[in-house]
């Protein structure tokens, strides 16, 4: 079983970067798919970004070129890098851990991280 604990969340000024980190404490963390989604005040949970290998990425097109998920099986961490923030990327960020790729669905995840609150102030 994985247990996953984000952090690196705050408040950031639109156009500013923040990287977020995931440290899972389960001893299978390289068996599993990671990913982030967000959600904010009054939406759906919604996928962000998710690394299979370092070959196989995919992000959300909202994010794509912006944000970078990475992971180090060594740490057992995953980390998103984001830059050039928006106003529209304010929302909690949630770790994600699974087996089926594409991880786009929330149905598809086993394992969720309690979340960091992300703010982006325009």
């Known amino acids: 079983q994985e247990q996953l604990v984000e952090s690196g969340g705050g408040l950031v000024q639109a156009g500013g970067a923040l990287r977020l980190s995931c440290a899972a404490s389960?001893?299978?963390?390289?068996?599993?798919?990671m990913g982030w989604f967000r959600q904010a005040p009054g939406k759906e949970r919604e996928f962000v970004a998710a690394?299979?290998?370092?070959?196989?990425?995919d992000y959300s097109d909202s994010v794509k070129g912006r944000f970078t998920i990475s992971r180090d099986n060594d740490k057992n961490t995953v980390y998103l890098q984001m830059n050039s923030l928006k106003s529209e990327d304010t929302a909690v960020y949630y770790c994600?851990?699974?087996?089926?790729?594409?991880?786009?669905?929330?149905?598809?995840?086993?394992?969720w991280g309690q979340g960091t609150q992300v703010i982006v102030s325009s």
């Open positions: 690394f299979m290998t370092s070959d196989l990425t």
């Open positions: 389960g001893r299978t963390f390289s068996r599993y798919i």
């Open positions: 994600a851990a699974g087996t089926k790729w594409p991880m786009r669905e929330t149905t598809r995840i086993d394992y």
